[in-house]
């Protein structure tokens, strides 16, 4: 294979990002272990780019130092979080922003796409590494949550919007299922007050207050624009939590622990 990569412009928990060729990044996992989280990850963003939802195009897969990786259309820009770091005067205008980007992905319908009910209940059949009391918690709060069959992103947050000059891009695909619009608002919530950035951005997700502040104005228009039952969306909190859980990211589990054990509570 002919050795394309460029310099790296962006790194995550999973990947890191290089400038591929002429007008393309490269999105190179970590291990060598996640070829099938490439595979999945370019087949469900070029069938969301397909649908129309504004998405990098992907170039194809390729595997670069034993490593599995993605080629995508290079989208250049800040992301949304760089930019309230920078303008935090337009929280209201890109809180908002956000909630329409939501809604025009639950607009979507992919069918081909796993359930996430169905991957949730599997998840907690299997996982030995949440506390017998969380999980069998999760599992009572799953059996009374619908299925749904709408495109659910469930990485949706400001990290994940790049601010073009054509407009906002969504990226980051690789957890995508088909859902319960409830569950993929749910999961956005949690990442809005208490998921944690990777260091050095946009000063570590902010403040506390101002990541409140964003969190209610984005739930808000999205209320306003589409009817949804907040009750649903409390009670997706749990399992979501659980899984979350289990990732064991540094800064969060302290707030997870109280938002499983409020959801708990109320099961009660």
């Given at each position: ?19 591929w ?12 272990d996640?070829a099938?989280d ?21 170039e194809?897969t ?24 920078r ?18 992905v ?38 009374l ?7 659910c992103h ?16 969504i ?5 995508a ?7 993929d ?40 624009r ?21 990732d ?7 707030d ?13």
């Open positions: 294979m002919v050795e394309h990569r460029g310099p790296l412009i962006g790194i995550g928990r999973e990947a890191e990002v290089f400038a060729g002429d007008g393309g990044a490269l999105k190179l996992f970590l291990t060598a996640q099938a490439a595979e999945h990850e370019a087949s469900v963003t070029q069938a969301v780019h397909d649908a129309g939802l504004p998405v990098p195009a992907v194809g390729v595997e670069v130092d034993g490593r599995p990786g993605i080629i995508f259309e290079r989208v250049d820009g800040p992301s949304m979080l760089s930019e309230l770091g303008r935090p005067w337009q929280v209201r205008n890109l809180a908002h922003l956000l909630a329409d980007l939501h809604l025009r639950h607009a979507c319908e992919l069918p081909g796409l796993l359930s996430l009910k169905q991957m949730l209940e599997e998840w907690f059949r299997r996982d030995e590494l949440l506390p017998a009391s969380i999980r069998d918690a999760g599992q009572k709060a799953l059996r949550l619908p299925e749904g069959d709408i495109l469930l990485d949706f947050h400001p990290d994940n919007i790049v601010m073009t000059s054509r407009g906002p891009v990226i980051d695909w690789m957890t299922k088909r859902g319960d619009r409830h569950a608002i749910a999961a956005t919530s949690l990442l809005l007050r208490h998921g944690a950035s990777v260091p050095g951005t946009a000063r570590q997700w902010l403040m506390r207050a101002g990541r409140a502040l964003f969190h209610s104005m984005y739930m808000k228009r999205y209320l306003d589409q009817a949804v039952s907040p009750a649903l969306i409390a009670a997706w909190r749990l399992p979501l939590a659980a899984v979350r859980l289990t064991n990211i540094p800064g969060e589990r302290d997870l622990l109280v938002v499983i054990s409020e959801r708990m509570e109320s099961l009660r």
